[in-house]
Nanobody
C-alpha cells in the first residue's frame, strides 16, 4: 500500500524559508512512474488548492501566488518530492499536502503545518 509522509513544516517568521519533503513508500519507483506529483495547501476555512505540480513531460507549474518563491523538485531514487519555500508570507500559512498521481490511483499524505508569523 502506497503511503506518503510529509515533513519539514513548522513556524517561521515572514521572509524566512522552509523545505518540505514528501517520502513515498509501499511501491518501488512510484515517483518514476507517476503521471504527476504535486503540493497542495489548505488554509483554515478554505478549500485545498494546488501550490506546485509536476506533470509527466511538462515543466513544473506553480500557483501565481507562489511563483518566484517556491520550487518543486523530485528525487526518484529517494522516492521523495520537495518543496523549497522562500520569502514566506503570512498568507502562506496552511497545511501542506503531497499528492502523487499514477495510472491506478491518486495518493495523498496527511499534511504538514506551515505557519508564517508577521
Amino acid at each position: 500500500q502506497v503511503r506518503l509522509v510529509e515533513s519539514g513544516g513548522g513556524l517561521v517568521q515572514e521572509g524566512g524559508s522552509l523545505r518540505l519533503s514528501c517520502v513515498a513508500s509501499g511501491a518501488i519507483f512510484i515517483l518514476a512512474v507517476a503521471n504527476a506529483v504535486g503540493w497542495y495547501r489548505q488554509a483554515p476555512g478554505e478549500e485545498r488548492v494546488v501550490v506546485a505540480r509536476i506533470t509527466r513531460g511538462a515543466p513544473p507549474n506553480y500557483a501565481d501566488s507562489v511563483k518566484g518563491r517556491f520550487t518543486i523538485s523530485r528525487d526518484n531514487t529517494k522516492n521523495t518530492v520537495y518543496l523549497q519555500m522562500n520569502s514566506l508570507k503570512p498568507e502562506d500559512t496552511a497545511v501542506y499536502f503531497c499528492q502523487v498521481v499514477t495510472s491506478f490511483d491518486t495518493y495523498w499524505g496527511m499534511g504538514t503545518q506551515v505557519t508564517v508569523s508577521s
